[in-house]
């Protein structure tokens, strides 16, 4: 099946840094999604990518789906320590039975 | 609004209990699904509902059984569960099923621990 390698696979940064990530496939991918999830909570959808080559911006969040549509990436800018959670990006596309394809995730951990 | 609410947020069960956990959307979505997380991993997509109609089965045990009583409610009946189904179980929604374009909208969730 298809799958999607996202990295890094944890991060530990100070808060006020900019963060990014990202997820590779060596398939296409028609939508991609980025969640975040806190402990013991359900995954919140940040930003959604409908386009290749689309930018899109949600307050300090900014994600990019790639020309080739297998890739895109979240980035982070002035971390504060709310932004601590799991970062999941997940493709959607004929190809995986339009199933969600999920990236393993980003832990990430902010030093105040 | 983009909410989809889970009901009960904490269950503990024990092998011979039957239970049900419970999803309700007020989006107009069509489709409906049910996946299974364990910590640390990405969920795992259990069952997708389109239009009222079981569309996927994973090859989830029959244990699991789920339900879509109407376009805003799903449900999910629990017999007969073992140990290592304890997990956080999410419900989503999304516009329909079988589109490239589309977004799917989670739940909190419940957390799920069989004794």
Partial sequence: ?112 | DTEVTQTPKHLVMGMTNKKSLKCEQHMGHRAMYWYKQKAKKPPELMFVYSYEKLSINESVPSRFSPECPNSSLLNLHLHALQPEDSALYLCASSQDWGREADTQYFGPGTRLTVL
């Fill in chain 1, 1 to 112: 099946g298809q799958q999607l390698n996202q990295s890094p696979q944890s991060m530990f940064i100070q808060e006020g840094e900019d963060v990014s990530m990202n997820c590779t496939s060596s398939s296409i991918f028609n939508t991609w999604l980025w969640y975040k999830q806190d402990p013991g909570e359900g995954p919140v959808l940040l930003i959604a990518l409908y386009k290749a080559g689309e930018l899109t911006s949600n307050g300090r969040l900014t994600a990019q789906f790639g020309i080739t549509r297998k890739d895109s990436f979240l980035n982070i800018s002035a971390s504060i320590p709310s932004d601590v959670g799991i970062y999941f990006c997940a493709g959607l596309s004929r190809g995986s039975n339009y199933k969600l394809t999920f990236g393993k995730g980003t832990l990430l951990t902010v030093n105040p």
